[in-house]
């Protein structure tokens, strides 16, 4: 057990609709990460956020959004959902002031399957 | 559980023996690597770190090796064990678009024959 929680473990919607995902840290992470994997495609990072800012982008959709509150949780915004949606997402955490390292922490995952 | 990567190289060793994983990275001013394991239905599951600045660390039966000259990052397990199958990752950290990102690799699947 990493320490990030995900939830939900499963999603399953309809085309066009809207889903929030949800991220806790491990406890002490200022840092979370937010990938999206596809069985074609490997893990693919979309977005980081440290205490609350955006700290960098990768490939994420601009129907897909995320932010960070106060308590450092993060959720992950995905609306006008296509059927190439469907994949694992998954949020890692990392500690402050690593310095040259940046070893990131994974939950477990949500499943999303768009139909 | 989830089947991740259907068409990922995989390497099939017997229970015992040594597995060497191999990675070829893409970026020569990478300076961080990490090896993950990612069993089946879960999330990505650190192993082993190295700095640029190092060509080896090892850690509980598993060594990294890096080679900058070939861009080339090796995992190897020793006396492998049936709970070490699953899909095994290299990552790199680059400095892309004003940040740090790491860089996943496509993976390589570990089957243990008992």
């Known amino acids: 057990d990493s320490g990030v929680t995900q939830t939900p473990k499963h999603l399953i919607t309809a085309t066009g609709q809207r889903v929030t995902l949800r991220c806790s840290p491990r406890s002490g992470d200022l840092s979370v990460y937010w990938y999206q994997q596809s069985l074609d495609q490997g893990l693919q990072f979309l977005i980081q956020y440290y205490n609350g800012e955006e700290r960098a982008k990768g490939n994420i959709l601009e129907r897909f959004s995320a932010q960070q509150f106060p308590d450092l949780h993060s959720e992950l915004n995905l609306s006008s959902l296509e059927l190439g949606d469907s994949a694992l997402y998954f949020c890692a955490s990392s500690p402050p002031g690593q310095g040259t390292t940046d070893t990131q922490y994974f939950g477990p995952g949500t499943r999303l399957t768009v139909l | ?114």
């Open chain 2, 1 to 114: 559980g989830e089947s991740v990567g259907l068409h990922l190289p995989t390497l099939s060793v017997q229970e015992g023996d040594n597995s060497i994983i191999n990675c070829a990275y893409s970026n020569s001013a990478s300076d961080y690597f990490i090896w993950y394991k990612q069993e089946s239905g879960k999330g990505p599951q650190f192993i082993i770190d190295i700095r640029s600045n190092m060509d080896k660390r090892q850690g509980q039966r598993v060594t990294v090796l890096l080679n900058k000259t070939v861009k080339h990052l090796s995992l190897q397990i020793a006396a492998t064990q049936p709970g070490d199958s699953a899909v095994y990752f290299c990552a790199e950290r680059v400095w892309r678009d004003s940040s740090y990102k790491l860089i996943f690799g496509s993976g390589t699947r570990l089957l243990v024959r008992p």
